[in-house]
């Protein structure tokens, strides 16, 4: 078998992932479809030899993508994104942690570990608050939280959960905005893409997955500016960036995304986000930055 | 191309630039398929995985 020079890791194929083979074959380059479902790796063997050097992490299980790709990387292929990149983008906790240890605008947050205690880190954001789970998204447990009866119904419910992840309450400031956040798509150092996704009719929420639409959103010097920073703090590579405004001229970064879905920025968009992404995946230097493990 | 529903028993029409790992859905039941398998002209489908916790972007 013939080695690829880049592959996409995959577990579902969806819209996007379809789209960067496109993109892929457009430009005459050669690529693995991998199947992280179907991978079965040895820790100790180093014949990764047959894989590309360079590989897209595109998969829906956080988890999953970030397991595969740390073993790559211990084996010295490059993953796009790296598995820190991967660790710090789908923990909210680690991501809002570094946001605000870094000085980019994040709404106020606070993290509890027991029942017991959850409530007083919702007393400490105050009313009206967000509770979310720390890994998972698509909108998905994303509470809006408006007074004490919500707040102990909610507590309860998730110390019924067998799951320890429920017992760790991330709870966030709800910022005052327009029905509407924006999403950048970051490839490298550059703004590929740059939406304002507003919600679905009687949901507070703007995600795409949940019914949301995308229109063009201006990149402003201000809007750059953060948006570049918090790249540059995640980690480069390719992220999804989402903020809300907290005034025209005002950005909170609440969610940045190391598997970032794009079909609804591609619609508001002339340029082909895949193609970036491709472009990006093709040029950049296959030796490792950073591991995960050493 | 076509593949018949585990649940139902309906035809689960494939598209021509199908891939493996794309999902597909049965339009009478619902339930949803992964293709696993595509050999001139014939498509093998699984049950696909349901959406667990850690699944978002």
């Known amino acids: 078998m013939t080695k690829k020079s880049v592959g996409i890791l995959f577990d579902r194929i969806r819209w996007e992932e379809k789209e960067l083979g496109r993109q892929l074959e457009m430009r005459g380059s050669s690529y693995d479809m991998i199947d992280a479902k179907s991978q079965v790796l040895a820790l100790d063997d180093s014949n990764y030899s047959t894989l590309p050097e360079k590989i897209l992490v595109r998969c829906v299980s956080f988890y999953r993508g970030l397991n595969v790709s740390s073993v790559y990387e211990a084996h010295g292929i490059k993953t796009i994104n790296s598995a820190r990149v991967l660790d710090l983008c789908g923990n909210k906790l680690r991501t809002s942690q570094i946001l605000a240890s870094r000085g980019i605008p994040t709404p106020k947050t606070v993290v509890a570990f027991s029942s017991e205690s959850a409530m007083q880190a919702i007393e400490t954001v105050g009313f009206p608050c967000v509770m979310k789970p720390i890994v998972g998204s698509w909108g998905r447990q994303v509470i809006a939280i408006r007074d004490r009866e919500t707040a102990e119904a909610m507590i309860e419910m998730r110390e019924q959960q067998s799951d320890s992840m429920q017992t760790i309450f991330y709870i966030q400031e709800m910022i005052k905005r327009p029905p509407r956040d924006i999403r950048c798509v970051v490839v490298g150092d550059e703004i590929v893409a740059s939406v304002y996704r507003y919600s679905a009719p009687d949901n507070w929420k703007t995600n795409v997955s949940l019914g949301g639409h995308a229109e063009v959103c201006k990149i402003t010097p201000e809007l750059e500016e953060t948006v570049l920073k918090t790249a540059k703090v995640v980690g480069q590579g390719v992220l999804g960036i989402d903020l809300m405004e907290r005034s025209s001229s005002e950005f909170v970064v609440h969610e940045v995304n190391g598997t970032a879905e794009f079909k609804g920025a591609q619609m508001a968009s002339t340029q082909s986000i895949a193609g970036r992404i491709v472009d990006y995946m093709l040029s950049v230097d296959g030796k490792l930055g950073q591991k995960l493990i050493a | ?57």
């Not at chain 2, 630039?17 to 049965?26: L, R, S």
């Not at chain 2, 398998?37 to 699984?46: D, F, P, R, Y």
């Open chain 2, 1 to 57: 191309m076509d593949a018949k529903c585990l649940e139902c028993e309906a035809n689960v029409n494939i598209e021509d630039d199908a891939v493996v790992g794309e999902i597909v859905t049965c339009p009478d039941c619902g339930a949803d398929y992964e293709v696993a398998s595509l050999q001139n002209g014939t498509v093998t489908i699984k049950v696909a995985e349901s959406v667990k916790e850690d699944w978002g972007e």
